[in-house]
């Protein structure tokens, strides 16, 4: 073993945790590296070990014996039991003051119990969310650590080295303490659902509705990357739009199954958001409509049994009318897909505003922003307004208030109301679409039908309700004669 001792180390090498330790040693860092089984260790070694300095190690005691302090390790194994039975490995070989990293996609309570409870043990316990797969592990990711201020100053140089950079500045901050850089990662995952869903419903209308061939459509959508969409999603969209299949000639598009897996983050930011009472319906419908698309059976079933539908050619007959309207249809989907997207984004950081609140976290709104445009998935130039409006004091409560954001939507509202019908008319599903325009028409209602569901609550529970023009709670008696009105107290 190298008698040089490691700034930092990396436990599981697999995909990940190997990307990972070579980004760390192509940037100056020594990098001890451990796994389980010895064999994925060798094999960095040997196929990578030229490319800097790696100190691999066979035990966990020798992992730990060779990290300078205070130790400083990354976890890139396997989410859930693994991950604990490695960090009690860790805690169990380190000493007090030395610092144990959670990389892999933890769901954030987790992180906070396993924070108490490693913090009890006098070590630093830090959750952090890595974006951008294994080629963002490799050649730069977005990262959002959480933890301690104390655990930032030895690990914040050594993310930064690392880490994507955007506009000159690395894709990693300081998001708060245990739990909120991978409640951060989490909301991240959620709006890239709902980014892709948007995407895919623009899609869908232009070939079912202007029948459209994929190729076409990928021309469309690498010119709509030329502009305010412009975005890491929207470019691989063109990309796999304009793939064909090397079998069958036929465009990559068709041969695929129609049904899209998830592995649980989206799920998660809609559970949190539901017990946080926060409305996230864009990524709620993105969620549901990868669901739906998984009811193969259940939609074979509803195909054999004929569910009625309106006539699709009818509703675009006008559209479809001459290239002009061809053209003005697909910039009002153009128009629908930006005013939903910003609704999206819109209900995400008032997610991480409402958790923030809730777990006592300083979120710097503004900051997540910014490292969200390089290394993830949803990296995009409209970042830097999100960015501009969060660190403007005019975006309180949404970021459909400020300025900008406020303008983009009023400017795409007509088109994006006539992409909404258009659609029903046609039969084609826009769940995003429509129920981000109903949040927005929601949000900007000065008076809501919650005073009827309030008023049937208090009559078959006696929920009470306040009035509008007095203080205090009130009950009526529906029972009663005359039906009289009593103050709660
Ligand atoms: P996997 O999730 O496939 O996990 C494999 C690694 O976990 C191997 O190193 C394996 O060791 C180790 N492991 C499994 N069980 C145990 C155990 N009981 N004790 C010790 N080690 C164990 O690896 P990935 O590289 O795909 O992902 C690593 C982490 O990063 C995961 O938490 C994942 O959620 C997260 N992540 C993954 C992304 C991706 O794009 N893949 C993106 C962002 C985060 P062995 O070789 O000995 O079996």
Known sequence: ??????NIGVVGLAAMGASLSRNLAHHGNT??????????TEALIAEHGSEGAF?????VEEFVSSLAKPRTAIIMVKAGAPTDAVINELADAMEPGDIIVDGGNAYFEDTIRREKDIRARGLHFVGCGISGGEEGALKGPSMMPGGTDESWKTLGPILKSIAAVAEGEPCVTHIGTDGAGHFVKMVHNGIEYADMQVIAE?????RRGLGMEPSEIAEVFAEWNKGDLNSYLIEITAEVLGHKDAKTGKPFVDIVVDQAGMKGTGTWTVQTALSLGTPVTGIGEAVFARGLSSEAALRDEAASKGLEGPDPEGAFAEALKDDESRKAFIEDVRQALYASKIVAYAQGFNEIEK???QYGWDIDLGAVARIWRGGCIIRAKFLNRISDAYDSSETFGSLLFDPFFKDAVAKAQTSWRRVVSKAAEAGVPVPMFSSSLAYYDGL????????LIQGQRDLFGAHTYFRVDESGAFHTLWAEPGQKEIEQG
């Open 355 to 357: 958790g923030a609140k």
């Open 31 to 40: 990098v001890a590296v451990y796994n389980r089984h010895y064999s994925r």
């Open 55 to 59: 100190i691999p190690a066979k035990t």
């Open 202 to 206: 623009s899609y869908d209308l232009l």
């Open 444 to 451: 900007r209602s000065k008076r809501l039908p919650a005073a």
């Open 1 to 6: 073993m190298s008698e040089e001792q490691a």
